[in-house]
Nanobody, 119 residues
Framework: VQLQASGGGLVQPGGSLRLSCAASGRIFSINAWGWYRQAPGKQRELVAAITSGGSTNYADSVKGRFTISRDNGKNTVSLQMNSLEAEDTAVYYC??????????????WGQGTQVTVSS
């Protein structure tokens, strides 16, 4: 089982990017997805999360600018990022709380995708 993230890149301040993450392999279900980011010299932080039922949670710094969504049937999650700021520059990681057929939950991480906001 693995996660593949995509969609990072270089964007000017005020611009938009959309990150996507897909899970592949034998997956019974995914309880929740999350997007995290880590800027140079800083700890990894939660940006946004979404449960299987669609409940969402956002870091205060991105509320109103970022939107997380998921497709349960396709085991994918997306992060729409609007009004990007230089402070959003970081490596973004997707995370999935994967459930096995034996109903054991574990954390799965994607490889990270770089987002750079700069003029």
């Amino acid at each position: 089982v693995q996660l593949q993230a995509s969609g990072g890149g270089l964007v000017q301040p005020g611009g938009s990017l959309r990150l996507s993450c897909a899970a592949s392999g034998r997956i019974f279900s995914i309880n929740a997805w999350g997007w995290y980011r880590q800027a140079p010299g800083k700890q990894r932080e939660l940006v946004a999360a979404i449960t299987s039922g669609g409940s969402t949670n956002y870091a205060d710094s991105v509320k109103g600018r970022f939107t997380i969504s998921r497709d349960n049937g396709k085991n994918t999650v997306s992060l729409q990022m609007n009004s990007l700021e230089a402070e959003d520059t970081a490596v973004y990681y997707c995370n999935a709380k994967v459930v096995t057929q034996r109903l054991v939950e574990y954390d799965l991480w994607g490889q990270g995708t770089q987002v750079t906001v700069s003029s």
